[in-house]
Structures are given as C-alpha cells and as structure tokens.
C-alpha cells in the first residue's frame, strides 16, 4: 500500500502562502507572556509546552503542521512521500531535501551533517531526550549529499514522519552541540541557553525562569521577514496577570494559554485592549497516576518501577478515584465553551476517538464505594480507608494556576467522600514543567501519588503521542529524569500494540489501534482524563498575522506577524 495515499490530507498543502512585508524589522519589538516560565531553549531537554514554543522561535524542523493539521516543508524543500519518490515502496526508507541556501544565524551553511547530528544527540544512550518517541524505529540516518539525507528505518513505516518533523522534533546545529551529546547534555548550559537555530530570530539572552530577549535573525531565508526587530518573551507570573496585560492594559502583545475561568476571560476581553482566540485540539487535562511509590525514604530508587506503589498498584482504587470525578462541573467551572468533559487521553481527530470509556462522563461516588468496600479497604474512624495497614492517603501536585487549584479543591472533597484522603500541593509552573534533573519538583521526577497537568502532541496522527507509554519511555535516574511515561507503566500488550501501529499502513487499521492504546490505559485507570481543553490565547488589537495553530507550536508562524495600527 501506498503510503502517500493514507494520511488524510495531511499532505494536502505543501506550501504556505503569506504575504510579503516590507522590510525585516520595521515594526519594532513584539511582547510575548508566557506564565510559565521557560527554563531552557533545548526542546530535546523539556518535555514542556513553555519550552518547546519558545524555542519555536529559534529551532525549527524540516516539516511541520499548519493550522488545519496539514503536513508542510519547512527547511525541506518538500514533503517526501511515496508517490513522489521520497518514500521507499517498502516504507523503510525516506529522503529528506534541505532547501538551497540555508544558513544557521552565525552564517554558516546547514548541512546533512547537522540533521543527522540531531538523531545523535537524541537517541545518546548514556543521555536521557524527552522526545525520544520522535526516532522510534530509527536504524540510521545517512547522508546522500550536503543537502540530502536518508532516514533508514528498522520495520516498515507507512507514516515516517516522527523524525525532524513538528516542533518536537527541530533541527540543532552540531556545531555547536558537539560536545553536548549522552550525560553532557544537561552541563551545556550556553547552548541550551542561546541555540544557534534557522528560525526568524535568534537569542540575545535569556535568564531561566524569567525573561528571554531575541532580535531578528539577520540570516534569515526570507529577507523581508521578520517584521518585528526585537521579541520579549516574559515568563512567570500568573495566568489572571497574564491575561490583563495584553486585554486590559495593552502592555503585552500576545499572552499564551488563558487558563482562566469563562466569566473572568469575557471580563478581559470586554475592555476592548485585544481578543482571545481558542480551537479545539489534542490538548487533555489530566490526572496521572504513579505507579511506583514516591516515599523520600527510598533514596535514589524512590518513583522508580523498582518500589511498586503501596495503593496505586489496586485497580479498584485507581478506578473509585475516576468513578468520584464529576467532569461536567469541571468543565463548567474552569472552561465554559473552550472545555468538554473527556473520557480519552486521545481526544482528536475524530477517527481516533473512542466511546469505550463514555461511563466517566457520570459521576459515581456510590459505585466508587462499593468497589472499594469490595477489595477490602475499610473506612477508619478518621473516615480514611485502610487495607493491611495501608493507608488510602495521596499527595496530589499540580502547576501553580487557579483554575488549577480551584479542580483541586473539589477533587480533594470527592476523593473525601470515598475515604480518600488527600494533601494538596501546587508547585510554580516553571519549575514544575522544567527539564532540571537534579530538581525535585518537576513532574517528570513525579515525587507525589498523583499529579494533574495538561498535554497534546504535534500534528494529526497520534503514533508517536501514543509510544509515550512505552516502558522504555518512564523516566528515571538513568534517562536524567526524561521520558513522558510519567506513571511508569509498562505492559507488554501495550508496547506490541505500539510496534504494530508503527508498521500498519491503513488509516482505519491505524485508528483501531490507536483507540485500543487509548482503552488500555483509560480502562487500566493509568491516567484519568477530566477535560478535553480548547487552546486559549490573546493577543492585542495592534497585532497582526495571528494564526492560532494547535497541531505544532503556537508561535509556528511568527515571522509572519506584524504591527498593523496604534489603539
């Protein structure tokens, strides 16, 4: 089967049509809020929504997807497929093709030499990369010419573009990343920090956690672009503050992930300053499950699959917390229209959602205390329920955000309701989405019971977003601490359903394979869905060429962006 016929119009558009501007850097400096902080500009290091867009603006792929989900060349000259002869027929094979001339900012040309550098770097045995899934499958990675390189894989891949596609998945220059490969990864603090990239800008400083400043790339392919001379990007802070500064006081540009609620938003927007732009995605908020056991006094192998959890490891306690869960007020409380109640980790595109789990959608607690009664955890005086004397006692963390804290606050109360006691902890979003190794409080290290953030992945096809539940992807002490296996699983069945996907060509063969991944992990209860969230951003009035996307970065089309009037 051809592979070029089966992905749904995700090759549909391979170009991208924008209008010329002026002159590169004629509308002076943009501001961008993030209130997550960064804390680096190394996508391979972060598996955090903050960092990836940041370096967005910097590092970019050979493809990427546009805001209808379409696959387009980016630094290729085009989108290999089949029919095109950029696929084997065996589907082992795809060639990529730089464009001609492309230059990094310092000056010197991109080469075959750095694209497969940026397997290398990711794929390090002795490193830990937090997109890893990306090269599944990878045997190697060959140079045909300066500008041609061969991605050789082990099984037939009827969808080969993991590798070097979508903002996951950037080019980095090995130049200057030489010395930065397996263990020395973290240590390369410079690099890390001010990436040489081909992006429209590139790095004039950045200080962790707090503040990055760009100017325009003077190197840039397109000599008109970008508009802007100069980019601010603020981290930190809180969502409300966010939010005011771009549609109340007018003093930023564009502010990132408006988890507000409704009626506070509509407020905003109602002072006339800017607008909020939302679309529905691939983004979840959810509850992760830890299924090793955090306790401190377990030293370097504490959250490791060594120390199974004393609770967690009971299907019938994991299954009475989601039973608790009532979705429908959640969603009303902390999203209004840009939220839906969700039963999937796997919410879109449509082919790929299951109706196998649409049980959660009604709340429980009766039926949750009754599967707890019936294995065996009996309710203390204390109201708290206890097996062999184990305690069902949780820490429970999450980013620092008040719709965040505001779900808390409930789920803690209905978790109470079935003899579960809870602590809650929120920890500042730029520490608790960082990449830091040596941090306790990211939610990679997972030093809690269970934990509550949000995630998506790049583009349509959710192969690589799926392999995120791969054994080999938990994070532990030998990965630094990378991996997006957050709850540790590992099921054999799972990782052969991955494998399977991997080499299956058919799109509906695909999606029932998707969807069964899907099932295993909602009807194990390894992750507990609670929202299927609509992207929620704003941008100020004056600020043109916006186009939300929510299949790659947020900041995909920046160069593109430009001041169009003085409010």
């Known amino acids: 089967m051809k592979a070029g016929k089966l992905f749904f119009g995700v090759l549909a558009t391979l170009a991208i049509a924008s209008p010329a501007l002026a002159e590169r850097g004629s509308d002076g400096e943009v501001k961008i809020i993030y209130w997550q902080a960064p804390s680096t500009m190394n996508p391979y290091l972060s598996g955090g929504t903050k960092e990836l867009e940041a370096a967005s603006l910097v590092l970019e792929p050979l493809a990427r997807y546009d805001q209808d989900g379409n696959m387009v060349p980016w630094l290729a000259e085009s989108v290999p497929t089949v029919d095109n002869g950029g696929v084997s027929a065996d589907l082992k094979t795809i060639t990529w093709k730089l464009r001609d001339g492309l230059v990094w900012s310092d000056g010197s040309a991109v080469t075959s030499e750095d694209i497969i550098f940026s397997w290398k770097y990711c794929t390090d045995p002795e490193g830990g990369c937090a997109q890893s899934e990306k090269y599944n499958d990878v045997a190697d990675v060959k140079a045909v010419d300066d500008r041609t390189v061969t991605v050789t894989f082990g099984v037939p891949k009827p969808f080969p573009y993991g590798p070097f596609v979508g903002a996951q998945a950037p080019i980095i220059q090995a130049a200057q990343f030489a010395d930065c490969l397996g263990a020395k990864a973290p240590e390369c603090t410079d690099a890390n920090f001010g990436p040489i990239g081909t992006g429209p800008f590139k790095v004039t400083e950045f200080r962790p956690n707090d503040v990055i400043s760009f100017d325009a790339n003077p190197n840039y392919r397109d000599p008109a672009k970008p508009a802007f001379a100069k980019v601010t990007f603020k981290g930190g802070g809180d969502t409300a503050a966010a939010g005011r500064s771009v549609l109340e006081t007018g003093e930023f540009d564009y502010a990132w992930n408006m988890q507000l609620a409704p009626d506070v938003l509509a407020a905003m927007e109602a002072k006339g300053k800017g607008k909020v732009v939302s679309a529905f995605g691939t983004l979840v908020e959810r509850i992760m499950i830890n299924l090793t056991d955090p306790n401190p006094d377990l030293g370097d192998e504490r959250a490791t699959a060594k120390h199974p959890h004393p609770f967690l490891s009971d299907p019938a306690v994991r299954q009475a917390l989601s039973m608790a869960v009532d979705r429908a007020l959640l969603v009303e409380i902390g999203y209004g229209d840009a939220g839906r109640p969700s039963c999937n980790v796997l919410p879109a595109p449509e082919i790929y959602k299951s109706t196998a789990n649409d049980g959660c959608l009604v709340q429980d607690v009766e039926g949750a205390k009754k599967l707890l009664d019936d294995a065996g955890w009996v309710a203390g005086g204390d109201g708290v329920r206890a097996k062999d004397g184990v305690r069902l006692s949780m820490l429970y963390q999450t980013s620092t955000n008040a719709v965040r804290q505001d779900f808390q606050a409930l789920i803690k109360q209905w978790w109470a309701d079935i003899g579960v006691e809870t602590e809650l902890r929120n920890i500042d979003a730029s520490v608790f989405f960082g990449g830091d190794p040596g941090s306790p409080d990211t939610f990679q290290k997972f ?60 799109l509906e063969e695909r999606a029932e394979l998707a969807k069964a991944m899907n099932d295993k992990l909602m009807q194990e209860y390894i992750i507990l869905p609670l929202v299927d969230r609509g992207r929620v951003s704003a941008h100020s009035n004056t600020l043109g060429g916006v186009v939300l996307n929510v299949w790659d970065s947020e900041l995909w089309n920046i160069a593109d962006w430009h001041r169009t009037k003085t409010q």
Do not use: H, I
Request: aromatic share 14%; with cysteine; net charge negative.
């Open 447 to 506: 030093y809690a019971d269970v934990e509550m953030y949000a995630n998506n992945f790049d583009g349509t096809d959710p192969e690589s977003y799926m392999a995120n539940w791969e054994c080999k992807q938990a994070p532990r002490p030998e990965t630094q601490w990378q991996g997006n296996n957050m709850p540790r699983y590992c099921n054999e069945d799972y990782d052969a359903l991955v494998a399977k996907m991997a080499q299956t060509g058919k």
